[in-house]
């Protein structure tokens, strides 16, 4: 009998002497499963595609008026007349600036309290009570304070953006941290690493999934801290220009400011996750089907 590539023969190694011959098992090859005939990218693409087209004929016929929602043809405009006269650029760059530097803050303090937390009873006994008893705490009421505390410039918005980052990346990475499993630390004694060897090849890379995990959701939390903070006393930034644009109810400028704070999260998304195929290249993990 011959063998096509689609199909496999199991032949038993021997009959067994009273029930007779072995009755072959043919495998069908998974090469049979079809490929989708239809490209990802282009179905990713198609339905945002679907609701600006829906969008634009409603604002044509009248259905959204400019008053309600300004159409995508609008907005695209008024988009171009802002980067021309440079208030697109500028309110891109401050924003940016806060996010960074409120980020960077959240990140080095999340850090630090979550290895002493996480590897230290001590530490977990000082630190995670108080850290779970502020994570409560809205940090948008937290505003009032800040503004006393530091006024009305720079501090107050990139303190709430480091407030508003730290607690999710505490929360990942303690929790990574506490979940290692315990056989690989005594793994690593076995093969005679000290207390710092297992920190530095077992425990941290372990916990660096869900440290990652963290740092998504708090770049998420960053960006909407800052949509609060530059609303409230701010002169310049993206939120500053869409709270300007509530006042005289241009919804085309404040849909262009919406759709910034939405492009700055999704590159912010994909930094991350290039830094998760670079930093968890060792970790094999199902990508769907």
Not at 69 to 81: E, F, G, M, N, R
Not at 152 to 167: G, S
Request: glycine share 8%; net charge neutral.
């Amino acid at each position: 009998m011959t063998t096509t590539p689609e199909r496999a023969r199991v032949q038993p190694p021997s009959e067994h002497p009273e029930r007779g011959p072995v009755e072959t098992v043919t495998l069908r090859a998974e090469a049979d499963a079809r490929p989708s005939r239809i490209p990802r990218w282009a179905l990713k693409t198609l339905s945002p595609i679907v609701l600006i087209a829906l969008w634009q004929v409603l604002s044509s016929v009248g259905i959204l008026e400019d008053d309600t929602l300004a159409s995508p043809l609008t907005i695209a405009q008024t988009a171009a007349d802002m980067w021309s006269d440079g208030t697109l650029q500028s309110a891109v760059l401050t924003s940016v600036f806060r996010v960074v530097v409120g980020l960077a803050i959240g990140l080095v303090a999340a850090l630090v309290l979550a290895t002493l937390a996480g590897l230290f009873r001590v530490g977990e006994d000082v630190i995670d009570a108080p850290m779970q008893m502020l994570r409560t705490v809205p940090v948008i009421g937290l505003i009032p304070l800040l503004i006393i505390w530091f006024g009305i410039d720079e501090q107050p918005k990139i303190i709430l953006v480091a407030l508003a980052a730290t607690f999710p990346l505490y929360m990942n990475l303690y929790g990574g941290i506490r979940n290692v499993d315990s056989s690989l630390i005594e793994a690593a004694r076995t093969l005679g690493l000290g207390w710092f060897g297992q920190v530095r090849h077992v425990i941290l890379p372990s916990a660096m999934p869900q440290a990652l995990i963290g740092l998504r959701y708090a770049l998420g939390t960053a960006w909407l801290a800052l949509v609060f903070g530059e609303t409230i006393n701010a002169t310049s930034g993206i939120g500053y220009e869409m709270n300007k644009a509530r006042e005289f109810f241009a919804t085309d400028i404040i849909v262009v400011c919406l759709a910034l704070y939405a492009i700055l999260g999704l590159v912010a998304d994909m930094i991350v996750r290039a830094l998760e195929r670079g930093l968890l290249s060792w970790r094999p993990a199902f990508s769907g089907k």
